[in-house]
């Protein structure tokens, strides 16, 4: 055995490993991107984990070390039970959670380094090692922000007081000052760990509570890629080269999602950290129908949606709390028994995190070719019969195209509002988390059922299969 963690420890064949590892998990990555490969890439990425998780153990010569294994069986056991217990509605807020995890590892590495290092001084092992502490904190304690926000255990909207941007500036200088001024002068290990933790925690949480609920898919994403960070710090801290990598390609790989989510919602990520994209506004409008009929239109929505050849369907978030996919997977099928095309309209922040629609209509069979990206079913639109909108709300808001000055214009949306007609499966007629007013319900081809999704969908397939 020492001999297989000698020739292990050579550095050329760390490297090689290293490289193979890493080469694996960004393959896993490249056939996620594709749908009738994703399964697959997501198996080849968790077994290559697996095997980094093994040449660690036995490069460090630490396979005897029976601790360990007590609690990678209560990690597995207890990871197993979470994957079956949690339902598809509560993915977000696992997966928040599972990035906060990502942060404390490295916050725990950081701390083991510290003590570590402190023996012979080494200002890069100091430095790095207090920088994982720091991020890794803001990671935890913004992710377990993120997850009671996802979970409505506290307000989804956007929380501030008097002088917030201020405080969470000064708590970014102060840890700033703290890695950069902690080598040179002369502290108490334990000082520089206590402060670090609460400054980084203070400015993790205030940090998360300003980001409304309407932002969280990017506030996720961003969470994601500073696990990473954390993660690759960490492995700098302790000189663990396969750390630094794939902890690297996690940091790097939310990066990019956060700013596609951006792009595709137009907003600069500056704005979103800072909460200027969420307002709190009431609106005057009044509920207008809970049942299958419309003061909106005179014609019958039977008779429209029985008539029609092409539909498109929205689902939202809205769908999502009501777990109405089994429905909507029922109506589809109506719709297509009719003669009828259906399409689904998948908006890139629908729900609260990406690709949160795509997995809540995976789970009831929904063809994954029967899914568009907005940018490719746009201009279909104006050519369909009917557009079914399943508790959707910014997303479909045509404020987003002319009312300048909202939390919501400039963001491309889908242009629901120029289908023939449009059915509306809506909770109310409140505005969404942007708490700009939507002026698609005021148009004269709306039909609108309004209430809780999983009855009113209910009650709208009871009403087609009678007629």
């Known amino acids: 055995m020492n001999n297989l963690v000698d020739f292990l420890n050579t550095p050329v064949v760390q490297y090689v490993i290293s490289g193979i590892l890493v080469l694996l998990v960004m393959y896993g ?32 010569d630490i396979l005897d070390v ?10 597995l056991l207890l990871s197993g039970w979470i994957a079956v217990k949690t339902s598809m509605i509560k993915t977000p807020q696992l997966v928040a959670t599972l990035n906060g995890f990502g942060g404390l590892a490295s916050v725990i590495v950081g701390l083991f ?50 002088h917030h941007t201020l405080i969470l500036t000064v708590l970014l200088v102060l840890m700033i000052a703290l890695i950069v ?3 040179l002068i002369e ?17 993790g949480a205030l940090f998360t509570l300003k980001i409304g609920g309407a932002d969280m898919p990017i506030a996720i994403s961003l969470l994601n890629s500073l696990s990473g960070v954390a993660g690759a710090i960490s492995g700098l801290a302790i000189g663990n080269v396969l750390l630094v990598s794939i902890a690297g ?6 990066l990019l999602l956060t700013q596609i989510m951006c792009k595709a919602m137009n907003r600069r990520l500056l704005d979103i950290l800072l909460g200027k994209t969420s307002v709190s506004t009431q609106t005057n409008q009044k509920p207008v129908a809970t049942e299958v009929k419309t003061d909106a239109s005179t014609k019958d929505p039977i008779k429209v949606i029985k008539e029609a050849k092409k539909v498109i369907i929205i689902p939202g978030y809205g769908m999502a709390i009501a777990q109405a996919q089994f429905l909507v997977k029922e109506l589809a099928d109506l719709i297509k028994k009719n003669g009828a095309s259906v399409k689904f309209a998948i908006h890139p922040v629908a729900g609260r995190m990406p690709g ?19 940018d490719t079913i746009n201009h279909e639109f104006k050519d369909s019969d009917v557009a079914i909108v399943i508790g959707a709300n910014d997303v479909i808001n045509p404020a987003a195209r002319d009312k300048e000055g909202t939390p919501i214009y400039g963001m491309p949306i889908l242009n629901v509002d120029e289908a023939k007609q449009v ?28 209430g809780n999704a999983k009855e009113t969908l209910s009650i709208f397939i009871g009403e087609m299969k009678k007629n």
């Open 249 to 254: 390609i996690v940091g790097a790989s939310g």
């Open 66 to 75: 029976w601790q360990l294994y007590v609690f990678l069986f209560i990690g």
């Open 187 to 203: 502290l108490n290990l334990i000082v520089i760990i206590f402060v670090g933790l609460v400054i980084s925690a203070l400015f």
């Open 356 to 374: 949160h629609m795509n997995v809540l209509l995976a789970e009831v069979d929904i063809d994954y070719d029967d899914l568009y990206e907005m």
């Open 29 to 60: 990555i490249y056939l996620m991107g594709k749908v009738k490969s994703a399964r697959l890439g997501n198996a080849i990425s968790a077994l290559s984990m697996l095997l980094a998780v093994i040449f660690t153990l036995i490069s460090n």
């Open 181 to 183: 001024v902690s080598p």
């Open 423 to 450: 059915f509306i499966f809506n909770y109310d007629l409140k505005p969404g988390y942007s708490g700009v007013n939507n002026s698609l319900y005021q148009k004269n081809h709306v039909h609108f059922f309004l």
């Open 113 to 162: 380094a510290l003590y570590e290092i402190g023996a012979d001084h080494s200002v890069f092992g100091q430095i790095t090692a207090i920088i994982a502490l720091v991020v890794g904190m803001h990671t935890f304690v913004g992710s377990v922000v993120a997850a009671l926000k996802l979970a409505q255990k506290i307000k989804q909207k956007s929380f501030s007081f008097k």
